[in-house]
């Protein structure tokens, strides 16, 4: 009988980068089948998950086939604390 490891590792086609630690890219599995599994509970006629977005990742999610799944993760920039930038669109100035 696989170990759970086993059976999650096989569930992986394809990570990159491939120097991930095991752990992370089963962790990162076990998330994805988790929200599917959650959101497919509320989504009934809207179909499956398609995006998640924490403070450190985004997720994009498409089920190619029934029961296969490809999910692009996306590590996002981080921003300090102090940072305090901020981009407005189609402010004025107060000239003309």
């Not at 096989?10 to 599994?37: D, N, T, W």
């Not at 998640?52 to 300090?80: C, D, K, Y």
Request: hydrophobic content about 35%.
């Amino acid at each position: 009988r696989p170990s759970e490891e086993e059976v999650a590792d096989a569930k992986i086609v394809y990570y990159s980068p491939s120097c991930a630690p095991a752990e992370e890219k089963r962790s990162q599995v076990g998330l994805i089948e988790g929200l599917v599994g959650f959101s497919a509970m509320f989504s009934k006629d809207q179909g499956p998950l398609r995006s998640i977005r924490t403070q450190q990742l985004a997720f994009s999610v498409l089920e190619a086939e029934p029961n296969t799944w490809m999910v692009l993760v996306m590590r996002l920039p981080q921003t300090g604390a102090n940072d305090t930038k901020s981009t407005s669109f189609g402010s004025s100035s107060g000239a003309q």
